[in-house]
């Protein structure tokens, strides 16, 4: 049935540093893949950014034509797939799809390319000889590792990754997340990383987005957004997973489910879930509020709210600042993917 346009992506703006990395999380359907997808200019029809732009190393990549993404593809820019069994080409070998990609970037030498290929598999822990291995015989692990050599054939400044660790039992899940976070120290290049799993990037991610029905909710350190969640959505993902240490404590979840993006709410869009929710914020678009170094998508943190606040305290109101996170720098999205379809992708 035909809906009209859905915004799957809004409003979402953030800068990349060379060497850092940067977790984005949220539930299925917040836009996390889609602006991943974006960044990468991998989106296909109906989908389409529909403004804003993408700025990769000065040069904006938005309306590059195919020959011209090939060429920053893989060199400057790699992507690591969320399943590698079907990224991966099933019918060559591993050897022979990294061959493809080295010679679509000029690389004719058979000697440099055997060296290269052997020398990345090693990088992330495989022997050389699997280079004449074929994907179904690998294990889930390998076939991730390999995606992650494969982007690494030419050291690019920045590895896009989209939940590379899904497929993988816990231990493996760690083991590459080491894997990673030792070659980016390594080799220097940024990192953005989706992932439904908090805890996965709590130790590796530098900064953390949490993303909302297409959204950033809030985004931030990556220890502060765990030690001190200022977002009601936020602190409902943490209390979603067990700790550890400490007492046994019940796991509450969210109740309810994200808003359809073809009929967001008037208001904030976790207004119907929210266990903080105002009458304001049933009518009144929260925009993202600067609290010290971090963004959060809030009316709780809006100015009018903490003057409110401080005068029933009989306080002098802080001075504090709204609006969007900086443009994109090395990486990013800024504006709205839009997309035909009655809903939105991950």
Same mark, same amino acid.
């Given at each position: 049935m035909e809906r009209g346009t859905v915004r799957a992506v809004e409003d979402v703006s953030f800068d990349l540093d060379p060497g850092e990395f940067i977790g984005v999380v949220g539930e299925s359907g917040?836009?996390?893949?889609?602006?991943?997808?974006a960044i990468?200019?991998?989106?296909?029809?109906?989908?389409?950014?529909?403004?804003?732009?993408?700025t990769f190393q000065g040069r904006s990549m938005v309306g590059l034509t195919d020959a011209q993404l090939a060429a920053v593809r893989w060199k400057d820019l790699s992507v690591v797939m969320q399943s590698a069994m079907n990224a991966l080409n099933p019918v060559k070998s591993i050897g022979s799809q990294f061959k493809d990609a080295m010679?679509?970037?000029?690389?004719?030498?058979?000697?440099?390319?055997?060296?290269?290929?052997?020398?990345?598999?090693?990088? &992330?822990?495989?022997?050389?000889?699997?280079?004449?291995?074929y994907p179904h015989q690998l294990s889930g692990g390998m076939r991730q590792r390999s995606m992650i050599a494969m982007a690494m054939l030419?050291?690019?400044?920045?590895?896009?990754?989209?939940?590379?660790?899904?497929?993988?039992? &816990?231990?493996?899940?760690?083991?590459?997340? &080491?894997?990673?976070?030792?070659?980016?120290?390594?080799?220097?290049?940024? &990192?953005?990383?989706v992932t439904h799993d908090m805890s996965l990037v709590s130790h590796f991610s530098?900064?953390?987005m949490v993303m909302y029905a297409?959204?950033?909710?809030?985004?931030?350190p990556t220890r502060q957004v765990f030690d001190a969640p200022l977002h009601p959505y936020s602190a409902g993902l943490l209390e979603a997973f067990p700790s550890i240490r400490g007492p046994r404590?019940?796991?509450?979840?969210?109740?309810?489910a994200p808003p359809d993006l073809a009929r967001p709410p008037p208001g904030c869009r976790f207004a119907p879930r929210c266990p903080k929710v105002m009458d304001e914020c049933r009518a009144t678009p929260p925009a993202l509020y600067e609290v010290g170094?971090?963004?959060?998508?809030?009316?709780?943190?809006?100015?009018?709210?903490?003057?409110?606040?401080?005068?029933?305290?009989?306080?002098p109101p802080p001075g504090s600042a709204t609006g969007s996170v900086s443009s994109v720098a090395t990486g990013g999205a800024a504006g709205s993917v839009a997309t035909e379809e009655g809903g939105s992708d991950e």
């Open positions: 917040c836009g996390k893949s889609t602006l991943l997808f990468a200019q991998l989106l296909v029809p109906p989908a389409e950014i529909t403004d804003g732009s993408v010679r679509a970037h000029g690389v004719t030498s058979k000697a440099e390319i055997a060296e290269r290929s052997a020398e990345v598999l090693r990088m &992330v822990g495989i022997d050389p000889v699997h280079l004449k291995s030419f050291t690019p400044d920045l590895v896009i990754m989209d939940e590379p660790t899904s497929a993988l039992d &816990v231990v493996a899940q760690r083991s590459l997340m &080491v894997q990673i976070k030792d070659l980016q120290q390594r080799l220097g290049f940024a &990192v953005i990383f530098d900064r953390l297409g959204q950033v909710a809030e985004f931030g404590l019940p796991l509450t979840g969210i109740p309810g170094p971090v963004q959060v998508r809030c009316l709780l943190h809006s100015q009018d709210h903490g003057q409110d606040q401080n005068l029933r305290n009989g306080t």
